[in-house]
């Protein structure tokens, strides 16, 4: 279900919202005015649309690049010269990027630009809505994405501009840490009560009250990470509020899998705020793709997903991130592109016909032109074997082999083009689950009758048909993590916050600290003068 786009769509066009600046507000340039438009529900929701297209047009690029290759959980090497792309990827990985790396300046321009549609929707809504609840729930839902935005700059910035004055296209200075957090809490608070109770194809891909507790209560477990105060027991407090709601339960084991598939939408019982996709939406101005399968899809498994078009499968993930899915009788392991691939009737080999020396570069053999027949088999090491330097595999066989592939968002056949149908969760039940398990682990006061112990087997019981543990650390609670929310840009955030993101592996060696928050982007700072750069960088 895809509503909202028919919003997104048109109301870009009826905007005609400029794409083109780094600052965090955005000029408009229309003939539009409030005597014209909008003067109805119907073009009320139109004029909040810009803010929720911008939002879709990087959240399954720049946001997953940054939140994830920095981690142990993806890596996107170069093959034979392939998507080396000046070391975008690498440096990622490497934890060596600098303030002109290109995801943190997409990243950057991304957020920055919500916020500034989000202030320009909040002055045109509170310019043309009369008073009264519909005026006070559609600027509060704009506000929440408004406050998303900027906390996703803090967890990646650290100090950024405070804005929130359409209009006003002054330099302005960066606000600490701690105030943004602080402003981010205090949007959110005076948010929920104005934003909707409900939770169904009305409220899907808006925010509604559980979307700002939720948050809240990832802000909260995040805390001490962000300003240097626990606040475990307002963590719990903001998931007991989701909780006690009624309005969410974890999916079954039977249906783990079918979140992230193709059809996905408001049916899923865990979603408390997901991005809709949809690839015939209108991408003008914004990229607003989603392209798993593109990037984690084997090339020579094109035909048995039934694509449209080749994949390149750069990336895979690490064999130091797959040790978590340990569990054989786990459902989460599907997730998963490993060892001998076969069709979809599970006995049918996936054959690829190529030279000896197309599967293998360094075969020295004569003969090396002469055909070659293999059944695909995906091994787990990420072996440089053309160039340490270039960060290559090769450009062969073996190297496009390598790395197991996750498939999480399972690969769309219904699109004519490289973008999925598949809708991306930003919060999820089972987030507010863990959460509340953890921050009791972390020092919090239970409540409700939960345990840490209860709240992770109530997650294990609809995922593995394994027994039920009978202890749990918080060592346990960060490799359960990693097995839930796999490939939904959540790594980064827990590795920070369990004191792992200094750790090595892969190829990574780089234990700088500071490097838990990203540098200013040189665009950024050459657009406002009043910006100084980040320690370290």
Known sequence: ???????????????????????????????????VFPQNSEQYIQAAGPVYAAFRGEFAFAWWWTSTLTTDEAILPARGGNWFDNRNYISLHMHDWTEDSGNLSSLWDWTSKVVGISNQAIS???KTMPEGGEKSTMISEVKTMRAISYFMMMDAFGNVPLDT??????????????????????????????????SDISTYGRPNKQTANALLAKMYLNAEVY???????????????????????????????????PNNGPQMKEFIFAVPFDPTASTTG??????????????????????????????????????????????????WLTGLQFMNDGVTPVMVT??????????????????????????????????VALFDLGNDEIAWNMGYRNI????????????????????????????????????????????????????????????????????????????????????????????EFEGQWGFKTNADTYRRIFPIPTNALVLNPALTQNDGY
């Open 1 to 35: 279900m895809k509503k909202i786009l028919k919003y997104i769509g048109l109301s870009i066009a009826l905007i005609g919202l400029l794409w083109s600046c780094d600052n965090l507000e955005v000029p408009i340039t229309t003939q539009l005015t409030p005597d």
């Open 124 to 126: 045109i809504l509170d």
């Open 165 to 198: 004055v359409y209009g006003d296209f002054s330099s302005r200075a960066k606000s600490d840490r701690k105030v943004v957090f602080e402003f981010v809490e205090k949007e959110l608070k005076k948010a929920i009560p104005n934003l909707r109770a409900e």
């Open 227 to 261: 300003t240097g105060t626990a606040r475990y027991n307002d963590c719990i407090a903001a998931c007991d509020a989701v909780i006690n709601s009624g309005l969410y339960a974890i999916e079954p084991r039977s249906t783990y899998l079918q979140m992230f598939y």
């Open 286 to 335: 914004f990229n607003g793709q989603m392209f798993h399968s593109r990037y984690d899809v084997p090339r020579s498994l094109q035909a048995k997903f039934g694509l449209s078009f080749r994949p390149s499968a750069p990336r895979s993930t690490l064999p130091e991130f797959y040790a978590n899915f340990d569990d054989p009788n786990d459902i989460r392991n599907d997730q």
């Open 354 to 387: 190529t030279t000896k020396r197309g599967y293998d570069q360094f075969y020295t053999g004569s003969d090396g032109g002469d055909s070659y027949t293999y059944q695909v088999e995906l091994t787990p090491d990420i072996v440089l074997r053309q160039s």
């Open 408 to 499: 999480k968002f399972y690969p769309d056949a219904t699109s004519t083009n490289r973008n999925q149908n598949n809708d991306v969760p930003f919060l999820r039940y089972s987030d507010v689950i863990l959460m509340k398990a953890e921050a009791i682990l972390r020092g919090g006061t239970a409540t409700l009758g939960d345990t840490p112990l209860s709240l992770v087997n109530m997650i294990r019981s609809n995922r593995t048909t394994s027994p039920a543990w009978s202890g749990v650390t918080l060592e346990d609670i960060y490799k359960e993590r990693a097995r839930e929310f796999a490939h939904e840009a959540w790594r980064r955030n827990d590795m920070i916050r369990f004191g």
